[in-house]
């Protein structure tokens, strides 16, 4: 007999690595050596680079793995890291959020763009904000006119 086949996820292994892979490097480079959290007021301290650099493995590690297997990330996990050190990046810790508009003064909302630049390497990712785009006025009327010096001189 045929075995009944179950519902469940295919490379469910795979998958629960990456998420592995995920949730320790964030947490890795959010903790210092002395058990506290780096959320707080205290100033960094340089014994956290050990910390910070196996979270950098682990974030290395998570990229090669999702692509040796070929499963897609997810956006939002593949905009936490940086492209060009593999560092986690965490707004006002290790990144420096900027919303951008360089369009005419600002004047196009949909135009936003979010800047993340890496404070370890001091690359910077630009990723579009999500702003809904105005209508288009396509039924507009095509404007005529009877002044001779505006026609065409073609007869």
């Known amino acids: 007999m ?17 998420s ?3 949730q320790a490097a964030v947490f890795l480079s959010t903790a210092t050596l002395d058990g506290k959290s780096a959320d707080t007021s205290e100033p960094k301290q340089e014994q956290n680079a050990p910390l910070q650099g196996v979270g950098r493995r682990l974030a290395t590690d ?12 997810n956006p939002a996990v ?3 890291i940086c492209k060009f050190c593999d560092s986690i990046l965490i707004d006002g810790d290790s990144c420096t959020p900027e919303i951008e508009n360089k369009s005419n003064g600002g004047r196009k909302p949909w135009a936003d763009v979010l800047v993340r630049k890496c404070h370890t390497c001091g690359k910077e990712r630009r990723y579009p904000v999500n702003a809904k785009r105005p209508k288009r006025k396509t039924g507009r009327p095509v404007a005529t006119t009877n002044r001779p010096d505006l026609m065409d001189q073609t007869g």
């Not at 998570?62 to 990330?73: G, N, Q």
């Open 2 to 18: 045929a075995k009944a086949k179950t519902g469940g996820v295919q490379n469910k292994a795979i998958y629960s690595r990456l």
């Open 20 to 22: 592995f892979l995920q």
């Open 62 to 73: 998570l990229r090669a793995v999702s692509l040796k297997s070929r499963i897609r990330l």
């Open 78 to 80: 593949k905009q936490s």
